[in-house]
């Protein structure tokens, strides 16, 4: 094993592609709300969606077998947590408040950042923790602080938070499996949502009712354009940069989502929610700005030697 440096200029790609899927996922709530409005529940929805991607895309599984055969156990912990994370994210998004459902969500880049701690062994330097710490007061003012306490969580707030949980495990478990090829990793995803997912349609007894031409397709654009897209820039992003670091880089979906959620639908924030989310914004920026401590603590990487 040889252990090579990653220049600190690299982290800028991966940096670039994670802003993307997640500004992706923080617009997904708008199709959700649509199919929602077609008829469809969350289970039926992520079974067709993730279904028919994952069995489209199984093949590429198969032919990376030989790469991903020593991390076979990482690759099926990544399919049952990012399927539950995706699954459980979708879900809260069809049956909640978008912007309540993401702000639970968003206790992830804490996970991220106490796991990559805890299992990988990566630094929490003092401007991640401050950024950690920002997020979290933020967070607490979103959901309305002391008074958040008096109202039971709903199956969306539940949803939410094991969405966060399972996001930021998937995210250390991607950088664990370093030997497992981006494709794998995104077709894995997608097959442990559609199995999830058929697992819990059987269970509800939901129905899976008859679609119309057009709402097959919108289900088919829906999973092979924005899912696919989605799922795969970020699996390269959280393989290419710390766990805690991606985690709290992601906040950006966060803001992409409330923004969003706000001009075009039906949702307000108050003064405090307002400056509850202005803490989170400012707890991205410290994050994403931290190259001069990064460039003091450069990461390195194993590759199989020649």
């Given amino acids: 094993m040889q252990a090579l440096p990653i220049p600190v200029r690299s982290s800028a790609l991966p940096v670039a592609v994670l802003l993307f899927s997640s500004s992706l996922w923080g617009l997904s709530w708008w199709p ?41 156990g990482l690759l099926l912990a990544l399919a049952l ?4 994370a995706n699954t459980s994210f979708v879900n809260a998004l069809m049956l909640g408040d978008v912007v309540r459902v993401m702000f639970l969500f968003y206790l992830s880049p804490v996970w991220s950042v106490l796991g990559g701690w805890l ?3 990566e630094q929490v330097r003092a401007r991640r ?12 003012l979103v959901i309305g602080g002391t008074s958040a306490l008096e109202s039971p969580l709903s199956a969306a707030d539940l949803l ?12 250390i478990i991607a950088r664990a499996g370093q030997a497992i090829p981006i494709r794998s990793k995104t077709v894995a995803v997608f097959l442990g949502c559609s199995v999830l997912s058929c697992v819990t349609v ?14 097959f397709l919108a289900v088919l654009a829906y999973g092979f354009v924005w899912l696919l897209l989605a799922t795969a820039t970020w699996q390269y992003g959280v393989t290419h940069m710390e766990s805690g670091r991606a985690g709290v ?14 001009w075009l639908g039906d949702e307000h924030l108050s003064p405090v929610e307002w400056m509850g989310g202005a803490l989170i914004a ?25």
């Fill in 81 to 84: 947590v990012g399927g539950w």
């Fill in 282 to 306: 400012l707890a991205a920026l410290i994050e994403a700005t931290d190259a001069g401590e990064s460039a003091l603590h450069q990461t390195t990487v194993s590759k199989e030697s020649a």
């Fill in 32 to 72: 959700l709300k649509q199919f929602v409005a077609m008829g469809l529940s969350g289970p039926v929805l992520s079974l067709l969606a993730y279904g028919l991607v994952g069995l489209g895309t199984f093949v590429l599984l198969l032919r990376e077998r030989t790469a991903w055969r020593s991390q076979r």
């Fill in 160 to 171: 939410a938070l094991s969405a966060g949980l399972a996001f930021a495990g998937n995210n």
């Fill in 129 to 140: 923790a401050m950024a950690v710490v920002l997020a979290v007061f933020g967070l607490w």
């Fill in 119 to 121: 299992f990988l062994g």
């Fill in 249 to 262: 880089v992601m906040v950006a979906e966060l803001l992409v989502a409330v923004l969003s959620a706000t």
């Fill in 202 to 215: 059987v269970w509800q007894g939901v129905a899976v009712p008859t679609l119309s031409a057009p709402v």
